[in-house]
């Protein structure tokens, strides 16, 4: 779907790479990325739009600018995709210098989550690579006066065989620019036998920066004469200020001003909250400033938000019949002749990001232009946001992209970057907003609470004649659109509308819930608490019919085979379903993988110490996992050992891949231990990391093995797909050591384990 | 005023002696490389070390910092990389990066005052230092690797 063109001559480009450099661009049309608004935050028509993009850039000492125009989190994606194209063009990649993209639509999706970088962008970076390759080849062949067919490339050099001629990429550079680009029919794409990177992987190409202090990212950006604010926000969403007395705050040493920050109209979506500003010479003066703030607040529509309250709520409706979202056979015709009926409640609470950089931004109003420093997963929407709120066109609103401590979902949302242009057009000068982690906490775009009901009759071997599953949580939507109650495809699809057991009678439906807080998307997202229910309640089905979890599990999914979702909504997380159609033949397959390299079939569960096991695709990767645990007398849990298998097609960074994996495991073990937002009276009751515990080194699992599926099938997702299965196996895994079920998370507040 | 010495630099500082050294290290003298996590002792990313000992510097005011020898992230590997970074690197430690300054510098603190320690010792000491990415089997890793290095 990628058609490239020449564009040297644009003006964005000079600012690039600069002149003389030969400069390929390509005009991509992304893939239609989940369902609707909720996932980015972008409309259709964004989508829709032909989006020109640059990539690569070579200049005549022979450097190689790659452009990464996505997000780096930590999963190494700012230099596996270039690494890609590095590949594809044959360069050397000692000689690549990656140039990180502003927030641009040309560059088609930059909205860095989904799990779907290297998916969405492969074969472009693969073409790109290819192309410039193709005209270097050219370059030379015309240099030589012999025919392009004769040539060939070794590492950054064009080679003529027969004569023994070499010319380097960058003595070729200003003749292969005077050159058209290649149409794509002409396009040669190595083999992935020929591969030089794909496969085999790079380590970061910031590493040394990373473990020397040098690397930059948002906390750390600077503008001159910048000044620091800290805003005090709305305890409850939906709030606004009712009296501000600003006196104190302005006698601490150091702080300017007071700015207030209008109210948003709703839906909130990726507006500012709202509230009031203190500005400071240094972030220190501003969070005092602050603190001596006197307001008072008019709580809106939220106050009696208590999610103790809304617990019951959501439980009360996970029990009444809901919107149906996939049915096959008639479940409502089993159930009463059945004999064996098990049913099961299962909860998830809100969970917010915390990744280790509090939000933060830096931003310059001038001349009608913004220019903005941000650690965004989002740049994209970052300036539609700006756009919007300061009432000036996108195009000028420049959005650069640090390095991000962590991202998880929540950088994708750029109201921060959004308070510091608003706040910078009120004060005529660049102003860096700086969250707490406070802030971070109480203002985040919390992973849906969720309500969960399972019910299955089972035969006399324990197997499922009838299967019914009714989730309910506040979705993602709400966010966009404030009337919103019902899941969208793009989440139920996530481990509830693709559960993939044969069995002749399923019924899947959805509540509805409304929501109160802002709701996004975490990491995993909605595969967090359908895991969890679903794999699970397995787990116990199982346990009931004196199974082995294992073959119990290969049992329900049944033989090999594609899902098939005709007459059902399932956006397949965007992408084609004859490209990646759900396979339960892979499911199989890593099952039987970590059945075997964790020893499963040896393993003996017993009082104290015990394995678990669960199984899930998402973001079109298949995992498989087991869990040791022990747990001693006095309830404490130890995770000694891990073992993770995937399958997620064909994986061009391994080592990167590992790293994500052996990280969802940890991400996995805080949800389970102590991952809970709760609020009452529409005020979130967790502030810090005393209150909102993440697993530390003592907590994790002791050692994590990935075993990572030789594949050529398209290359899915990694970032997420670890962290679903862990949760559900880690629980199965306590089940099986203390005979107690968990059915609510985290472990902290459940009063069996708590 | 506060006299005090960072990285080897004599420095004074003549602001509210309350501001925590972190702020003082990033907003004043722009040495970025010590992060901001929790403001609470809670993370350990703004670590640092004062007289050789691993400090929490968003807790510390500049009082506190007074007539101390106070040595950053960036100092570490002015000179060539620490066995402790080289380590990191080879073990391929960080994913995002944000925590591993101060993970690094504490694990300098922890190997100087126990060259081998164990799993139970390295987990002890280093729980203190949180890793959203979860990087903490590396860090293990690497810490071993870098204690027979310096061995």
Redesign the interface.
């Known amino acids: 779907m990628s058609h490239i063109e020449n564009v040297s001559r644009r003006r964005f480009l000079k600012g690039a790479f600069g002149a003389g450099a030969l400069i390929l661009a390509v005009r991509y049309i992304p893939p239609v990325f989940g369902q609707a608004i909720a996932m980015d935050g972008q409309t259709d028509a964004d989508r829709a739009t032909l989006r020109p993009n640059l990539f690569v850039g070579i200049q005549q000492d022979g450097t190689v600018y790659i452009v990464a125009h996505r997000s780096?989190?930590?999963?190494?994606v700012r230099t596996t995709l270039p690494l890609v194209l590095a590949d594809e063009l044959d360069a050397d990649w000692t000689r690549v210098k990656i140039d990180q993209a502003i927030g641009d639509k040309r560059y088609g999706d930059q909205n860095t989550d989904g799990s779907h970088s290297i998916r969405s962008f492969f074969d472009t970076l693969r073409e790109c690579g290819a192309a410039a390759r193709w005209m270097l080849i050219q370059a030379a062949a015309l240099q030589w006066n012999v025919p392009a067919s004769e040539c060939s490339t070794e590492l950054h050099t064009v080679v003529h065989k027969a004569t023994g001629r070499r010319l380097g990429y960058g003595d070729l550079a200003s003749g292969a620019a005077r050159l058209p680009v290649p149409k794509n029919e002409q396009i040669q794409l190595k083999k992935p036998s020929e591969w030089r990177y794909i496969g085999k992987g790079m380590?970061?190409y910031?590493?040394?920066?990373?473990?020397?202090?040098?690397?930059?990212?948002g906390?750390?950006a600077?503008m001159d004469g910048m000044v620091?604010a800290s805003i005090e926000r709305p305890p409850v969403f939906g709030g606004k200020v009712k009296t501000l007395d600003d006196q104190e705050a302005l006698k601490v040493?150091?702080v300017h001003q007071t700015v207030s920050i209008d109210p948003f109209k709703p839906p909130a979506a990726f507006q500012p909250l709202g509230g009031v500003a203190v500005i400071a010479d240094?972030?220190?003066?501003a969070?005092?400033g602050r603190k001596k703030l006197k307001i008072t607040w008019d709580d809106g529509p939220n106050e009696s938000y208590d999610s103790v309250e809304y617990k019951k709520e959501l439980r009360e409706t996970a029990h009444k019949p809901g919107k149906l979202v996939r049915n096959v056979g008639d479940s409502d015709k089993a159930f009463p002749t059945a004999k064996n009926v098990f049913e099961a409640d299962y909860y998830v609470p809100l969970l917010a990001h915390?990744?280790?950089?509090?939000l933060v931004a830096l931003a310059e109003f001038k001349d009608g232009k913004v220019t903005a420093w941000a650690p965004t997963q989002n740049p994209q929407a970052a300036q539609a946001i700006v756009s919007s709120k300061l009432g000036i066109p996108i195009e000028d609103v420049i959005c650069h992209v640090t390095?991000?401590?962590?991202?998880?979902g929540r950088k994708s949302k750029p109201d921060y970057v959004a308070e510091a242009a608003v706040l910078s057009k009120k004060l005529g000068r660049p102003v860096k907003v700086?969250w707490?982690?406070e802030d971070d906490i109480k203002f985040d775009y919390y992973n849906a609470v969720a309500a969960m009901y399972l019910k299955a009759a089972v035969d006399e071997k324990g197997k499922p004649t009838a299967w019914l599953q009714r989730s309910v949580f506040p979705p993602i939507s709400s966010t966009f659109d404030v009337n919103a109650v019902y899941g969208d495809p793009g989440h139920l699809q996530q481990g509830w509308t693709d559960v993939p057991y044969d069995l002749p009678n399923i019924r899947l439906e959805n509540g509805p819930a409304q929501a109160h807080v802002r709701i996004g998307w975490l990491r995993s997202v909605a595969n967090i608490y359908h895991a969890f229910g679903v794999q699970c309640f397995t787990d116990e089905l199982a346990h009931r019919a004196n199974r082995d979890p294992v073959e119990y599990m290969l049992d329900l999914i049944g033989p090999p085979r594609t899902l098939d979702f005709t007459n059902v909504d399932y956006p397949n997380y965007g992408a084609d379903y004859k490209t990646y159609p759900w396979e339960t033949g892979r499911l199989r397959q890593v099952i039987e993988m970590v059945a075997d390299k964790s020893g499963w079939a040896k393993k003996k569960s017993g009082k104290g110490h015990a394995f678990g096991f669960a199984a899930h695709r998402s973001f079109l990767t298949y995992v498989a996992t087991v869990v040791e645990v022990e747990v001693s007398d006095d309830g404490e849990i130890r995770i000694p050992r891990v073992d993770t298998a995937v399958d997620a097609g064909l994986v061009v960074n391994p080592?990167a891949t590992r790293?994500?994996f052996?990280?969802?495991?940890?991400?996995g073990t805080s949800i389970v231990r102590s991952g809970e937002i709760t609020a009452k009276n529409g005020v979130i009751q967790q502030s810090?990391?005393?209150d909102y515990p993440?697993?530390?080194?003592?907590?994790?699992?002791?050692?994590?093995n990935v075993y990572i599926t030789e594949s050529a099938a398209a290359p899915a997702g990694v970032g997420e797909p670890g962290v679903p299965p862990f949760v559900a196996a880690f629980c199965n895994a306590i089940f099986a050591a203390t005979g107690k079920r968990v059915r609510e998370l985290p472990l902290s507040s459940n009063s069996m384990f708590g | 005023m506060v006299k005090l010495k960072v990285n080897g630099i004599d420095r004074t500082f003549d602001?509210?002696p309350n501001?925590?050294l972190l702020?003082y290290l990033?907003?004043?003298l722009?040495?970025?490389?010590?992060?901001?996590?929790?403001?609470?002792a809670?993370?350990g990313?703004c670590t640092v070390h004062k007289n050789g000992e691993a400090i929490r510097s968003c807790v510390t005011p500049m009082s506190a910092a007074a007539a101390s020898e106070i040595r950053?992230?960036?100092d570490?590997?002015a000179n060539g990389?620490h066995a402790v970074?080289q380590a990191?690197?080879e073990t391929?430690?960080?994913?995002?990066?944000?925590?591993?300054?101060g993970q690094?510098m504490q694990a300098i603190s922890l190997l100087k005052s126990n060259p081998h320690p164990t799993?139970q010792e390295?987990?002890?000491t280093?729980?203190?230092?949180?890793?959203?990415?979860?990087?903490?089997?590396?860090?293990?890793q690497a810490i071993k690797l870098a204690a027979g290095k310096i061995a």
Do not use: H
């Open positions: 780096e989190m930590g999963t190494v380590t970061s910031d590493l040394e920066k990373l473990c020397t202090g040098k690397a930059i990212y906390m750390d600077r620091y040493a150091g240094n972030t220190w003066a969070f005092q915390a990744a280790m950089e509090p390095l991000l401590g962590g991202g998880f700086v707490t982690r080592e790293a994500q052996e990280g969802a495991v940890v991400f810090n990391f005393n993440v697993a530390r080194m003592n907590e994790v699992p002791v050692k994590t | 602001g509210d501001m925590p702020w990033r907003d004043i722009g040495l970025t490389g010590t992060k901001f996590g929790c403001g609470m809670l993370c990313a950053t992230i960036e570490v590997g990389l970074q990191w690197m391929n430690v960080p994913q995002c990066g944000y925590c591993q300054s690094i799993d390295i987990d002890d280093m729980a203190g230092n949180i890793c959203r990415c979860g990087t903490y089997q590396r860090i293990r």
